[in-house]
DNA sequence: CTATTAATCAAACGAACGTTCGTTTAATTA
DNA sequence: TAATTAAACGAACGTTCGTTTGATTAATAG
């Protein structure tokens, strides 16, 4: 056998790219082998490099597309006008909500940076460091408006959005809570705290 | 040549674990050889099953032990007749600090989850969600005793645990701030929030 | 001093890995 | 309809993987 009936090449692409999410999510991208995603997919081994340089290419250009989108999306959602707190809520809401929607995205970004080729790592380590500072600048302006407390902006930064992204590791879309409530418990926790 | 001048059983054993470790920090679990893992204990790769059934049951092994290990450490530690607010900075403080003297320890039993095999991933999963209960009760309490608001136990304390866990993931011991200081900005951020 | 046990080496095993390549078939263009 | 291009197959490549085995040497016990 050789071409299949109806195949189509950008169909195939972007049902590699998906299957591999998919997969990475599930095994982690050094357990995924190329046959695995190959039968996933429909296809032979051999036919996967037809769309996909390398495997390790593979894993960056997901990476790399899913930062890219992250941090467009989220400028696209931005109100800069607003004030801080309105602003924070906001960070939170759109941070939880993108990522449940795109948990293997997240998953694969969070948990794979040590399997990138250093070539690549770079890259991805600024453009995380690119979306945190997003939620930087609206706690210093929040710290200088006197709405926030003095505070670490490096730290806090990082501590939140571990936070927010840790949901993505035990969200069950048939949960106790909606993703409304979740995102309600966290917007009190990171403006309030335990003792409000 | 067999066996080595002054070699000792025991002594082989733990430095299979601590490369083990040091090596699945690094690289991940399946991107881990044994031929890495022998050659930096310096023997061969096939010594190694004299101290190990198998790279799987390696694995389980290092994250059960970690487990076990953080359990018992808080057990020592807890006050369980101070107010909420001393047990959770208490709780805070002793996670960041176990955490970060322990983060190969750490990365593992997060990022390797996936790689255990099923007979083992419940065992660990069941230690993790015991850890969590503690933080559980001190939240309870605190509500109970009217010192923190009504909250979600469940999310809260997920959400409090990744945000202090994720210490581990930038953390680096010539960094800007000390353990004591990053200490004290996640106490503050946990029961006061950002808008305190 | 001898027998036994502990510890390791060195070589090999089959299986699976990522990847390449010549061939074959489907769709498109001329 | 004939020629060309797109898409996939299927077999093979060399390499590396986790693991097993039997021989070999060091330490210990009788």
């Not at 959602?77 to 924070?88: F, M, Q, T």
């Not at 794979?112 to 939620?135: H, I």
């Not at 929040?142 to 959005?161: H, M, N, R, Y």
Request: aromatic share 8%; proline share 2%.
């Amino acid at each position: 056998m050789a071409r299949t009936k109806g195949s189509v090449g950008a169909d195939t692409k972007t049902a590699i790219y998906a299957a591999a999410k998919k997969l990475i999510e599930a095994k982690g991208f050094e357990a995924m082998t190329l046959r695995q995603l190959a039968a996933e997919v429909g296809v032979q081994a051999g036919s996967v490099y037809r769309y996909v340089e390398s495997k390790d290419e593979l894993l960056q250009a997901l990476m790399n597309q899913h930062m890219i989108s992250l941090i467009e999306n989220w400028e696209k959602l931005e109100g800069k006008g607003e004030d801080p707190v309105s602003r924070l809520k906001a960070f939170v809401a759109f941070h939880i909500r993108y990522h449940i929607e795109r948990r293997a995205d997240v998953v694969i970004a969070n948990l794979e940076l040590r399997s990138l080729g250093e070539e690549y790592r770079a890259d991805v380590v600024t453009k995380r460091s690119q979306y945190e500072a997003n939620l930087r600048r609206i706690l210093s302006d929040g710290v200088k408006a006197g709405v926030f407390p003095k505070v670490d902006l490096e730290v806090a930064a990082f501590a939140i959005i571990a936070m927010l992204t840790g949901v993505c590791f035990w969200y069950r879309p048939d949960g106790r809570l909606s993703i409304d409530e979740i995102i309600d418990v966290h917007q009190k926790l990171v403006l309030q705290g335990v003792v409000g």
